[in-house]
């Protein structure tokens, strides 16, 4: 069973940075692609970037391409998310999941329960 904790969220002015994190405690995530999704309110779940068990390949959201980094240590048992030059539109709950490599919520198979990141202009 894997078990995500999302952590690293937080309030930020636009164009600021933020590093999130994901752990599995479980220490088993490291068989799995991991992705990160995000959603607002009254919005539905919206897919940010996704990277391989190996993190030999990503793939990013046209959104975030080129502000948004993921990566992954797997000898630490997560997954990172650094984002730089947020903007208010990035406002939202942030999830990680783990399962295949794709960019739709069914894709994934275990959910954490995510890190609220606010950017404020």
């Known amino acids: 069973q894997v078990q995500l904790v999302e952590s690293g969220g937080g309030l930020v002015q636009a164009v600021g940075s933020l590093r999130l994190s994901c752990a599995d405690f479980?220490?088993?995530?490291?068989?799995?692609?991991i992705g990160w999704f995000r959603q607002a309110p009254g919005e539905e779940r919206e897919f940010v970037a996704a990277i391989t068990w190996s993190g030999g390949s990503t793939y990013y959201a046209d959104s975030v391409k080129g502000r948004f980094t993921i990566s992954r240590d797997n000898a630490k048992n997560t997954v990172y998310l650094q984002m730089n030059s947020l903007e208010p539109e990035d406002t939202a709950l942030y999830y990680c999941?783990?399962?295949?490599?794709?960019?739709?919520?069914?894709?994934?198979?275990?959910w954490g329960q995510g890190t609220q990141v606010t950017v404020s202009s």
């Open positions: 999941a783990a399962g295949r490599f794709g960019i739709t919520p069914n894709d994934y198979y275990y």
């Open positions: 479980q220490r088993t995530f490291s068989r799995y692609n």
